[in-house]
């Protein structure tokens, strides 16, 4: 044992406790710096297109980067981090089921997304069908991954709390989770798009930063040599098998459908997230939304390198029963590894981050759900498009304060239970009711207003159902409500069901469907998602 892991042996909840203050201050200093960079980005915002596509403003690299902010959530750091820590190579699937995905997102619907629409994702779906049925699906389901995927980022912030910040028992966490759905307000109403895409930019190379200073520092630790740290890993752990595939999933027939389950929801999900498809329209072209998933590949897949090292050096320096049995569980493997890698001030800054990392992830769900209430419903369905700019926004901000209002009480009434459904639900949700949809109205001539209505709901009501009677919500020992058992679908991830059951439901209501769409309309979004013509600000290249 090297005296890393001797350090990492004595890491107590007191000892972490202790650099509470520090924390504190380090993430107050965070705060006060963002604020100033959002106010400064609010003095722009004039129009619609100002508040919700940031003015179309920022260049492919800058999106790129702001969107890998806004894609590596706190369980991008955390969660995975620990599940490499704990599982081994199959903590590792996950990198790798997030970062294929990008893939999906830049080869099928980047480009044409941003060439069809406008603000929303209901823009590209509703061009050439029915706007009433289908804004109002669409709304629906982008309201659902959004909330589903704030209450499970909330609930996360009381959660790791206990460990980052030394603040025990659920009032404490409350406060936690109200001050930071407070923050994720005032952003959100300040700066609009604008302001919270800088907050996610300065997030994300914060982040990337941390992780690259922990890599080194583990890597430098074992000669740089991979092969040693593989093996300090399995030294300290006493268990060869992290090594190998099947530690997780391997363990039956189940459990390998539900790793295929699960990787279809990542890979699939992904290129429908609703907050990510926003960050498309941000850019002026979709030359520039291209260059955009190109860098957010570059930028994701890099951190993703770094987890398995910094996963397995946890593994290695601090061992898997150490991280179980911290407060925080799987997700205190990153902070545990800061401490013992650099004591309370290294430990200070992940700590830092990883609450940055919230507060911008759920700025950025924040203000697609709003958009998506006040462009898509508001404005289309309800006024039929008689409004002015204006009215849009403020009914948007308003819809901001609802929501996190929303947001911190479902966060303060989810502490202590297992989040881990609501970010397999948004994604599930996404991938079943969302991209289904995209991808026909993009590659499919035929395809018709009831398709697409069936399609959504089916997914959407399909995903939650599943879920609702999946061991994820009872019947197991990790079940979110202990003790209960009425579940009757095997698997944790609905994806393998309910997905192509989203696609089947499409082409079925297509087919029965004996309205046809308008061929005018077709053969214009045909052109636009192709060329760019008729979009705005879009070139012909």
Not at 78 to 92: H, K, Q, T
Not at 130 to 159: E, N, S
Not at 263 to 283: E, I, K, N, Q, S
């Amino acid at each position: 044992m090297n005296t890393v892991q001797i350090a990492a042996a004595d890491i107590t909840a007191d000892s972490i406790k202790d650099t509470g203050l520090l924390n504190m201050i380090i993430f107050g200093l965070f705060v006060a710096v963002t604020l100033v960079v959002v106010l400064r980005a609010s003095r722009n915002n004039k129009t619609a297109a100002d508040y919700y596509a940031a003015g179309r403003s920022f260049t492919g690299p800058q999106n790129g980067t702001a969107i890998a902010g806004d894609y590596l959530s706190a369980a991008s750091f955390l969660g995975i981090v620990g599940a490499i820590a704990i599982n081994g190579y199959d903590g590792f699937l996950y990198s790798i089921g997030f970062l294929v995905a990008w893939l999906v997102a830049l080869l099928l619907v980047a480009e044409m997304l941003r060439n069809t629409g406008k603000f929303t994702m209901a823009d590209v779906l509703s061009f050439r069908l029915k706007q009433r049925p289908v804004r109002i699906a669409a709304a629906i389901t982008t309201l659902a991954v959004c909330f589903f995927y704030l209450l499970a980022q909330m609930a996360g912030a009381g959660g790791l709390v206990s460990l980052l910040m030394g603040i025990d028992g659920k009032v404490g966490q409350s406060l936690v989770i109200t001050v930071v759905g407070g923050l994720m307000i005032i952003y959100v109403l300040i700066g609009g798009m604008k302001g919270t895409t800088w907050v996610q930019i300065i997030k994300a190379c914060l982040l990337i930063a941390g992780a690259a200073i922990m890599t080194v520092w583990v890597l430098a630790l074992h000669g740089f040599n991979l092969s040693e740290l593989l093996g300090a890993a399995v030294e300290t752990s006493g268990n060869a098998a992290i090594l190998d595939p099947g530690l997780q999933y391997g363990k039956s027939e189940t459990s390998k459908l539900d790793f295929v389950s699960l990787g279809l929801a990542l890979v699939l999900g992904t290129a429908a997230l609703p907050h990510v498809l926003m960050r498309f329209y941000t850019v002026p072209t979709a030359k520039e939304a291209r260059r955009s998933v190109v860098w957010a590949i570059w930028l994701i897949g890099l951190f993703y390198l770094f987890t398995l090292v910094l996963g397995y050096g946890a593994a290695a320096l601090i061992g898997a029963d150490a991280i179980k049995s911290a407060p925080g569980g799987v997700n205190s493997a990153a902070p545990l590894l800061a401490f013992a890698l650099g004591g309370p001030v290294l430990l200070g800054l992940i700590s830092a981050v990883a609450f940055a990392t919230i507060l911008a992830v759920v700025a950025g769900l924040t203000i697609t759900a709003a958009a998506s209430f006040a462009h898509d419903i508001y404005a289309s369905v309800i006024r039929k498009d008689q409004v002015d700019a204006d009215g849009e926004v403020k009914v948007a901000r308003t819809t901001v304060v609802v929501i996190g209002i929303v947001s911190i009480l479902g966060g303060i009434g989810a502490q202590g239970q297992n989040v881990a459904f609501l970010v397999a639900l948004a994604f599930a949700v996404a991938a079943s009711a969302n991209l289904p949809t995209i991808i026909y109205s993009l590659y499919w001539r035929k395809f018709s207003t009831q398709g697409a209505v069936w399609s959504m709901y089916g997914g959407l009501g399909s995903a939650i159902l599943l879920i609702a009677f999946s061991p994820v919500v009872s019947g197991a020992e990790t079940s979110m409500i202990a003790g209960a058992d009425f579940a009757w679908f095997p698997l944790n991830n609905p994806g393998l069901v309910s997905i192509p059951l989203a696609f089947f439901l499409g082409w079925l209501g297509t087919v029965l469907d004996k309205n046809t769409e308008s061929a005018t309309k077709q053969a214009e979004m045909e052109v636009r998602s192709l060329t760019g013509v008729g979009a705005e600000k879009a070139v012909d290249h």
